[in-house]
C-alpha cells in the first residue's frame, strides 16, 4: 500500500489525516508500517479522507501512469466513489 506516498502527494500530514479520521496518530503510523491493519472499511474511509475516487487506489502508487490514466476516464466519466463495504 502507498498511503504514505499517497500523504505526501495530497499534502496530509499524519496528524491531519488522523484528525481528518477521528483516530490517533499512531494508528496513521501503524498503517504506514503495516497496511495489513486496514480492513476493507477502514482502507475507504483512509480514501474518503485524502480525496480519492476510489480506495484500490491506495495500493498503486500515485505517480504512477496506469493511476494517472485511471484517475483521468473515472473523472471524465464522472463515476462515483463505490460504496463502502457493509459493517460486519
Known amino acids: 500500500m502507498y498511503l504514505s506516498e499517497w500523504m505526501d502527494e495530497k499534502g496530509v500530514s499524519d496528524t491531519e489525516l488522523a484528525s481528518r479520521l477521528g483516530v490517533a496518530v ?29 480506495p484500490g487506489q491506495l495500493w498503486m502508487h500515485p505517480r504512477a501512469k496506469a493511476m494517472r490514466m485511471i484517475t483521468i476516464v473515472l473523472e471524465e466519466d464522472g463515476s462515483e466513489a463505490p460504496s463502502p463495504p457493509a459493517a460486519s
Not at 496513521?28 to 474518503?48: E, G, I, M
Open 26 to 54: 499512531v494508528s496513521v503510523w501503524r498503517w504506514q508500517k503495516s497496511p495489513t491493519r486496514l480492513n476493507p472499511l477502514k482502507q475507504f474511509q483512509v480514501a474518503k479522507a485524502l480525496g480519492l475516487l476510489w
